[in-house]
């Protein structure tokens, strides 16, 4: 990890604002550095499933690419009289392969893949851990106690009230 942070900088690529490529492309280009490479080929996929949806959380299938060059023609007449051109789009591409081999095409097949019995404990174990780090400030040091709190999460189809409340009647969360 301190490797990674070591050599952010060189992961940086362009701006989005100023890019004529899609975050996808952007990101892609990091694989080829192997600085970089190592953490983008896991992290990434997770991460192109969202790509429909915009900083906002509305659902998109298109970038628009902001034109910012108006025309010498378009910048010298009157605001009223500007003709508005349509922005030009970039298809979203939202699909992904992760380095076990899964691949998805949108964030439909990215959840039927977090379904999956062991995505799913691994994702709510993580879940219980990250609870109970964020509550005690250190993470939780007895993984019999923890799995037994995913048993209980478990028990209840993993509802996330009842995971929180299994985790706040835990020995890891009343006795830390």
Same mark, same amino acid.
């Given at each position: 990890?301190?490797?990674? +942070?070591?050599? #952010?900088?060189?992961?940086?690529? *362009?701006?989005?604002?100023?890019?004529?490529?899609?975050?996808?492309?952007?990101?892609?280009?990091?694989?080829?550095?192997?600085?970089?490479a190592s953490c983008h080929k896991t992290i990434d996929p997770y991460g192109y499933a969202f790509e429909n949806f915009d900083p906002t959380g509305a659902w998109r299938d298109v970038y628009t690419v902001p034109?910012?060059?108006?025309?010498?023609?378009?910048?010298?007449?009157? +605001?009223?009289? #500007?003709?508005?051109?349509?922005? *030009?789009?970039?298809?979203?591409?939202a699909s992904a392969t992760f380095r076990n081999g899964f691949e998805y095409q949108d964030i439909t097949g990215l959840r039927k893949y977090l379904l999956t019995d062991s995505n799913r404990d691994r994702f709510v174990r993580c879940f219980i851990t990250k609870l109970l780090t964020c509550a005690n400030g250190v993470e939780p040091h007895d993984p019999i106690q923890v799995e037994k709190i995913l048993a209980r999460s478990a028990e209840s189809q993993y509802r996330i009230i009842d995971t929180i409340a299994a985790v706040i009647d835990s020995p890891l969360f009343r006795e830390e």
């Open positions: 990890m301190a490797s990674c +942070a070591r050599r #952010r900088d060189s992961c940086r690529g *362009p701006r989005w604002s100023c890019a004529t490529k899609t975050i996808k492309e952007v990101l892609q280009a990091h694989q080829f550095d192997p600085n970089c034109d910012t060059t108006p025309s010498d023609k378009e910048a010298k007449a009157p +605001a009223k009289k #500007r003709k508005v051109a349509k922005a *030009p789009t970039i298809p979203i591409d």
